[in-house]
């Protein structure tokens, strides 16, 4: 007969003394979901977890910043990808505008010789275009949020607006190309 855990409570946390090895205390309510407890008296929510055959650790969040009903209610919901076969540990990949910009321009670099070129595209984008747009997903951007950006540039410098236009019409092709976007995004 398999050993039944009672489940753990926020008090028995709170008041759990650390000793001179790491502790584990498990909780009866929520199957794998653990508290780590340090020598140090740091209190961490673990989740045990098995993908692809092997036992794996998943950190959840620290007691007290999470509360034992917040590490149960994450815990169940990592259970639950694990059994739609999502690896939580993997992390989310998002392409952000910026960080497609900087390969963008790496591989510009790589095939075009031409400095004066790669410097002006660096300026708009350190000045213009990644304050308004580099944190975006790069599936995200539209036309829409993309024309009143360059139509403020354009109040400052026609020839810079149309750099920046071409430069980023550049970036989403190159993101395309690459499959950091679809080709046809749709709202």
């Given at each position: 007969m398999p050993r039944v855990i009672p489940p753990?409570?926020?008090?028995?946390?709170?008041?759990?003394?650390p000793s001179v090895k790491p502790t584990t205390m498990f909780d009866g309510v929520?199957?794998?979901?653990h508290v780590l407890v340090q020598p140090n008296g740091t209190k961490i929510f673990r989740l045990k977890i098995k993908i692809d055959g092997k036992d794996r650790r998943l950190t959840l969040g620290s007691f007290p910043e999470m509360s034992l009903a917040e590490a149960r209610v994450?815990?169940?919901?990592?259970?639950?990808?694990?059994?739609?076969?999502?690896?939580?540990?993997?992390?989310?990949?998002?392409?952000?505008?910026g960080s497609?910009?900087?390969?963008?321009i790496e591989w510009k670099?790589?095939?075009?010789?031409a400095e004066a070129t790669i410097r002006k595209y660096r300026e708009c984008l350190k000045n213009d275009l990644l304050p308004s747009i580099g944190n975006k997903d790069i599936a995200s951007i539209h036309t829409a949020e993309i024309v009143p950006l360059l139509e403020r540039i354009d109040k400052r410098s026609n020839s810079l607006a149309r750099k920046s236009s071409e430069l980023v019409?550049?970036?989403?092709?190159?993101?395309?190309?690459?499959?950091?976007?679809?080709?046809y995004t749709q709202l």
């Open positions: 753990l409570t926020s008090t028995q946390i709170k008041n759990f003394r929520e199957t794998g979901l994450e815990a169940s919901k990592n259970k639950k990808q694990v059994n739609q076969g999502i690896d939580p540990t993997v992390p989310i990949v998002v392409n952000t505008f497609v910009a900087d390969k963008f670099e790589s095939v075009l010789r019409s550049m970036i989403i092709k190159y993101a395309v190309q690459r499959g950091y976007r679809p080709p």
